[in-house]
């Protein structure tokens, strides 16, 4: 029975993975309904990196938030200019004169004004300065979304291609497993192995596909969370495009510093963050200007005309007029004294805040070279126990197959083997997303470029 069971999931496993038409789960009951997908629309069934970012951008809500804020401050930036433009107005009445409506006498008049401002201490200039600099935080904020955008994709884009291989790797094991049990079936035919041998090498074929099942869970979990990095509904039908060869080679561009402190010295430069930082205390610097500028004298200038008719018959006349008005404050009841304390408070606050974004730079940049060193020489470590792994168990196989060793140490080679290649799978997936991790410290993940708000 044992045999024959094996023999029947050797042909289900013909393919290589639930993407590949293996069912899901590959053993017990259906879940085909868990497991289906749905086409999306103008989106590619398989993705590159690049091109997820992209679709990322598009659809995920992510971005809204930022989006919406820079367009706030933008607004707020226009309206700061509005002082130093001219303003007109045109006024038109009509009035019933009389004791008596019905025999009242109609006045009509209508006139123009324009006013201008002349001078208020550089108060408008301050509030200009201000607003421009909420708005570039604004616009730097934005960047850094997009580049957490990104990243996220990017590890959701890596964390599918590693599960992807996980169920891949665990089909190999099972289908390595099953041709032990042929073999060894074969030896019994020709009396020079016992059943007991048979029953010892199915465990590590029930172990495996238990392995099967789990990864193809994992598998499908991972896809559903790079869908929804998408911004795609959980079910979408969006895969990353899996390229082994690409997955030798480093993801980091030339240009990227490898040493601390050049890293830092270029996460310093252009981390948006940071940047949106020294933008908001620049424009609290300001707003402590305007505040104290409260109280300082406004003149403007005006002119304009009016035109009236004060009954029937009487032809119109019009008058002009020009002047200045000078507002000089005496006495605020302390608005003055209690604004600029308010604003020099905000300073201080953002302040506060970029040279804590300064020190979360540093620190992003050290954990994360620290990270990628790590897994780089993991990397390194994991070929070298893959390789001696393979090794060992081809000749194993060998020594087995001449009656010199045990089935109890071919199988814990093959086990050996298999702990490899996952350690291998995992060392180079780890290796990518550390890569990715190291770039977005560095505020380098991603282009702005076409993504502005």
Do not use: C
Request: proline share 5%.
């Amino acid at each position: 029975m044992h045999l024959l069971w094996s023999i029947v999931a050797a042909s289900v496993i013909g393919g290589s993975g639930a993407a590949a038409g293996v069912p899901f789960p590959a053993f017990g009951a259906s879940g085909a309904a868990a497991a289906t997908t749905t086409p999306v629309p103008g989106v590619p069934s398989r993705l590159g990196l690049p091109e997820a970012i992209k679709v990322a951008a598009a659809f995920s809500p992510v971005l809204s938030t930022a989006r919406a804020a820079y367009n706030v401050a933008s607004g707020e930036t226009d309206l700061s200019v509005s002082p130093l433009r001219p303003a007109a107005a045109l006024s038109g009445t009509y009035q019933a004169q009389g004791g008596d409506f019905s025999g009242s006498v109609p006045a009509r008049q209508t006139g123009v004004n324009i006013s201008q401002l002349l001078f208020d201490g550089g108060r408008t200039i301050a509030q200009i300065r201000a607003a421009r600099g909420t708005e570039s935080a604004a616009a730097q904020s934005y960047r850094r979304a997009l580049q957490t955008l990104a990243y996220g994709v990017a590890q959701a884009y890596y964390g599918a291609l590693e599960a992807h291989s996980q169920t891949q790797l665990q089909l190999q094991i099972l289908r390595q497993s099953l041709t032990q049990e042929r073999l060894i079936s074969a030896q019994i035919r020709a009396g020079t192995a016992a059943r007991i041998d048979l029953e010892t090498a199915q465990i590590p074929s029930a172990q495996a596909r238990v392995a099967v099942v789990r990864a193809q869970g994992t598998e499908l979990a991972a896809d559903a969370a790079f869908a929804n990095a998408l911004g795609l509904r959980a079910d979408s039908g969006v895969l990353p495009v899996e390229n082994e060869t690409e997955l030798e080679a480093s993801s980091l561009p030339p240009r990227v510093p490898l040493n601390y402190a050049q890293a830092v010295k270029e996460a310093l430069r252009r981390r948006p963050d940071l940047l949106a930082a020294e933008d908001a205390y620049r424009s609290a610097t300001e707003g402590v200007r305007v505040a104290a500028l409260t109280a300082t004298p406004v003149l403007t200038s005006s002119f304009g005309g009016t035109y009236s008719s004060f009954a029937p018959g009487i032809p119109w006349q019009n008058s002009r007029f020009a002047g200045a008005s000078l507002v000089i404050p005496i006495v605020d009841q302390g608005t003055t004294k209690a604004q600029t304390a308010i604003a020099d408070g905000k300073r201080e606050q953002a302040k506060a805040a970029m040279k804590q974004v300064h020190l979360i730079v540093e620190s992003d940049v050290r954990q994360a070279l620290v990270q990628l060193v790590a897994t780089r020489a993991a990397l390194g470590q994991t070929r070298d126990e893959l390789k001696k792994a393979r090794d060992v168990l081809t000749a194993t196989q060998r020594q087995y197959r001449a009656g010199q060793t045990t089935l109890p140490l071919l199988l814990n080679a093959q086990t050996q083997l298999a702990g490899a290649e996952t350690d291998h799978l995992q060392a180079l997936y780890g290796l990518r997303q550390a890569e990715q991790t190291y770039l977005y410290a560095l505020g380098d993940n991603v282009s702005s470029g076409g993504t502005s708000p």
